[in-house]
């Protein structure tokens, strides 16, 4: 799958991201619907996401990933 499919979801249809803050820099309370739907959308992309690839460059991936949290911690 390329990335241009995995920016074509519902954010992207829809223009600019919705906003978590407010013009002050607060939090802005999502309601239950808008949660579930933002959880669901992370479910989806996440699955989308472990399709990308063979294995065998999955697992390149993954190993270049440890190797650059071993070297540089969060």
């Not at 820099?25 to 239950?32: A, F, Q, S, V």
């Not at 399709?51 to 540089?72: P, S, V």
């Amino acid at each position: 799958m390329a990335t241009e499919q995995l920016q074509g979801g519902q954010a992207a249809a829809a223009g600019a991201p919705h906003r978590s803050t407010d013009a002050r820099g607060r939090l802005i309370p999502l309601t239950e619907e808008e949660l579930r739907r933002k959880a669901e959308e992370a479910i989806r992309v996440t699955d989308e996401i472990a399709t990308i690839g063979d294995l065998d460059e999955q697992d390149a991936t993954l190993n270049m990933l440890l190797k650059f949290l071993d070297e540089e911690p969060l």
